[in-house]
């Protein structure tokens, strides 16, 4: 079982940047550098949707189309954490982001992750 908790959200400017961190713990974190992190996101009314994953080895990073060149993930397995640097916010980046951990190869889609924090809130106004 590892927990998972997200923070860093809040309100931001369109142009800013904020870094959002996701801690691990629980009783099999010593487990967590066999992980891959994902990172979604949820507006109101809309599916959850896929942001980016690293690989658990920190060696492969996949990013949704829509945020290539703006959000950045890395992780640090020492500490058990996992960030998402992002960039250029726009209005339509407002969501609940969540960070989900699924063992060993990173996927795309949510139904293959098997941790997920509580997420946490950006809003971004124009």
């Known amino acids: 079982q590892i927990q998972l908790a997200e923070s860093g959200g809040g309100l931001a400017q369109a142009g800013d940047s904020l870094t959002l961190s996701c801690a691990a713990s629980g009783p099999s974190v010593r487990t967590f550098g066999s992980y891959s992190m994902g990172w979604f996101r949820q507006a109101p009314g809309k599916d959850r949707e896929f942001v980016g994953y690293?690989?658990?080895?920190?060696?492969?990073?996949v990013y949704a189309d829509s945020m290539k060149g703006r959000f950045t993930i890395s992780r640090d397995n020492a500490e058990n954490m996992v960030y998402l640097q992002m960039n250029s916010l726009e209005p339509e980046d407002t969501a609940v982001y969540y960070c989900?951990?699924?063992?060993?190869?990173?996927?795309?889609?949510?139904?293959?992750?098997?941790?997920w924090g509580q997420g946490t809130q950006v809003t971004v106004a124009s």
């Open positions: 690293i690989s658990w080895n920190a060696e492969n990073t």
């Open positions: 989900a951990a699924k063992y060993y190869r990173g996927s795309l889609s949510a139904d293959d992750y098997d941790y």
